[in-house]
C-alpha cells in the first residue's frame, strides 16, 4: 500500500531554518508529482510547493517562494523541503502528497495520498 511518512518537524525560532523529508513507498515513487501542503490551526490546507516526477518543473506558494526549497531524490524515494527564513506564519502541521497529475496541472483535489503530517512552530 503507498504510505507517505513525514520526518523533520519542530520548534525553532524565526529567522531559524528546518528540513523536512517524507519518505515514500508502495507505488513508483518516480512516476508521480510530489507535493508539500500546510495546516494552520482553524485554516484550510494550503499548498506549499510541488515538484516534477524528475524534479525538473518546481512550484512554489508565493509567501514561501526564496525561503524553502523542495527537492527529491527517486533513487531513495523521498521528496525533501527545505525552509528557511522560518517565519510565525509558517507555523502548520507540512503534509506530502503525492499526485498522478503533472505538477503543472495538480490542484489539492489531485493528491490522492497523504502523509500523517509533522509539526512546524515558528516562534517569534
Known amino acids: 500500500q503507498v504510505q507517505l511518512v513525514e520526518s523533520g518537524g519542530g520548534l525553532v525560532q524565526a529567522g531559524g531554518s528546518l528540513r523536512l523529508s517524507c519518505a515514500a513507498s508502495?507505488?513508483?515513487?518516480?512516476?508521480?508529482?510530489m507535493g508539500w501542503f500546510r495546516q494552520a490551526p482553524g485554516k484550510e490546507r494550503e499548498f506549499v510547493a510541488a515538484?516534477?516526477?524528475?524534479?525538473?518543473?518546481?512550484y512554489y506558494e508565493n509567501s514561501v517562494r526564496g525561503r524553502f526549497t523542495i527537492s527529491r531524490d527517486n533513487a531513495k524515494n523521498t521528496v525533501y523541503l527545505q525552509m528557511n527564513s522560518l517565519k510565525p506564519e509558517d507555523t502548520a502541521v507540512y503534509y506530502c502528497?503525492?499526485?498522478?497529475?503533472?505538477?503543472?496541472?495538480?490542484?489539492?483535489?489531485?493528491?490522492?495520498?497523504w502523509g500523517q503530517g509533522t509539526q512546524v512552530t515558528v516562534s517569534s
Open positions: 515538484v516534477s516526477w524528475g524534479g525538473g518543473a518546481i
Open positions: 502528497a503525492r499526485s498522478g497529475i503533472m505538477v503543472q496541472l495538480a490542484k489539492i483535489r489531485d493528491y490522492d495520498y
Open positions: 508502495g507505488y513508483t515513487f518516480s512516476s508521480y508529482t
